[in-house]
């Protein structure tokens, strides 16, 4: 099986920073894209950042400029450096990968179970 472990996830008063994490692990051959996507209340869920496997970054609009993903292939690992926190940043954080498990097997996109972060004074 393969598994995403978020990790990082807090409460922080707004104009904070908090450093997310996701480990995937299990039987994997190779990771392409990966992700970090958010369900704000009320909304969809919506993609935040996404990295591929040469290091090509983009965010949605509202959060350029205060976050910044990255990743460390040795590790399976992707980050998600968020700073200059905002209330309207409060949600779930989902992690996302793309993973084939063997060479010439079909790409599949893999979630973590998410991890809680809240922006509140």
């Known amino acids: 099986q393969v598994q995403l472990v978020e990790s990082g996830g807090g409460l922080v008063q707004p104009g904070g920073s908090l450093r997310l994490s996701c480990a995937a692990s299990?039987?994997?051959?190779?990771?392409?894209?990966m992700g970090w996507y958010r369900q704000l209340p009320g909304k969809q869920r919506e993609l935040v950042a996404g990295?591929?496997?040469?290091?090509?970054?983009n965010y949605v609009d509202s959060v350029k400029g205060r976050f910044t993903i990255s990743r460390d292939n040795d590790k399976n690992t992707v980050y998600l450096q968020m700073n200059s926190l905002k209330s309207e940043d409060t949600a779930v954080y989902y992690c996302?990968?793309?993973?084939?498990?063997?060479?010439?097997?079909?790409?599949?996109?893999?979630w973590g179970r998410g991890t809680q972060v809240t922006v509140s004074s």
């Open positions: 299990g039987s994997i051959f190779d990771i392409s894209a």
């Open positions: 996302n990968a793309r993973i084939r498990r063997r060479y010439g097997t079909p790409w599949s996109d893999y």
């Open positions: 990295i591929t496997g040469d290091g090509t970054t």
